[in-house]
């Protein structure tokens, strides 16, 4: 493996004029064994290692530690094994030998908590549900009601708008009074043209005359102002 490491060299001669700058050493790293995400070498693949022969002596040692170390070990298991059971025969009350009519009393009195239990749950569901039944017509009486008040409000405001539509009814052009209200309006022409000078005086009309309406104010400020407005 290579590594790199970056040194300053602080023992080279650095030549008259030069300034000294840094620079790279190189080391090389063996490994002083083998890796172990490498594969076996080529050479060893196919290479079966020699058993060491044993002595008669030896063999005889091992075989007689190996049938200690088995024996000990079971009787350590079986030891344990007699342990948890003389444990579990007089340690909880659970395994003791009931009689049918002990275990009957048993189940029915485990019924009957069950039903007690059931019947207090009945009663706090039966109380939510009728809250929520109370809670559910308040809100929908509650819209009724809102929705009552919108459409009153809806037919005052349709009623105004029908009999201020009869008033103005009442000037409505119709065929009986259609000549009459063309012979009216060619009576009196209206002019809505007009334009207003400096002073703020008023020139009604298109074709008007050059006589100038009375002003009843004759200091022109306040038409100047009123102009500008």
């Known amino acids: 493996m290579l590594r790199a490491g970056c040194q300053v060299l602080t023992q080279?001669?650095?030549?008259?004029?030069?300034?000294?700058?840094?620079?790279?050493?190189?080391e090389?790293?063996?490994w002083r064994r083998k890796p172990r995400w490498l594969p076996v070498a080529k050479s060893k693949v196919f290479r079966v290692p020699e058993r060491k022969k044993q002595t008669e002596e030896e063999k005889t040692e091992l075989m007689r530690l190996h049938n200690q170390y088995k024996t000990q070990l079971r009787?350590?298991?079986?030891?344990?094994?007699?342990?948890v059971i003389r444990h579990?025969?007089?340690?909880?009350?659970?395994?003791?030998?009931?009689?049918p009519e002990q275990e009957e009393a048993e189940f029915q009195k485990c019924l009957d908590v069950n039903a007690a239990w059931n019947a207090t749950?009945?009663?706090?569901?039966?109380?939510?549900?009728?809250?929520?039944?109370?809670?559910?017509?308040?809100?929908?009486?509650?819209?009724?009601?809102?929705?009552?008040?919108?459409?009153?409000?809806?037919k005052e405001?349709?009623?105004?708008?029908?009999?201020?539509?009869?008033?103005?009814?009442?000037?409505?052009?119709?065929?009986?009074?259609?000549?009459?209200?063309?012979?009216a309006a060619l009576a009196n022409p209206v002019d809505h043209n007009f334009a207003i000078d400096?002073?703020?005086?008023?020139?009604?009309?298109?074709?008007?005359?050059?006589?100038?309406?009375?002003?009843p104010n004759p200091n022109p400020e306040p038409n100047q102002q009123a102009l500008s407005n």
């Not at 009787?75 to 342990?83: A, T, W």
């Not at 939510?128 to 409000?153: F, G, N, P, S, T």
Request: cysteine-free.
């Open 88 to 99: 579990e025969e007089t340690s909880t009350a659970d395994h003791i030998v009931l009689t």
């Open 121 to 154: 749950i009945a009663k706090e569901r039966e109380a939510r549900l009728a809250k929520e039944r109370e809670e559910k017509v308040a809100y929908v009486q509650e819209r009724l009601e809102a929705l009552q008040v919108r459409e009153e409000e809806r």
């Open 12 to 26: 080279t001669a650095l030549p008259a004029g030069k300034t000294g700058g840094n620079s790279f050493a190189l």
């Open 157 to 183: 405001q349709a009623n105004k708008r029908v009999l201020r539509e009869i008033e103005l009814s009442k000037t409505y052009i119709t065929k009986e009074n259609l000549n009459a209200a063309i012979e």
């Open 198 to 215: 400096l002073a703020g005086n008023l020139y009604r009309g298109r074709n008007t005359s050059q006589l100038l309406e009375a002003n």
């Open 75 to 83: 009787s350590v298991r079986q030891y344990l094994r007699e342990e």
């Open 28 to 30: 090389f790293v063996r």
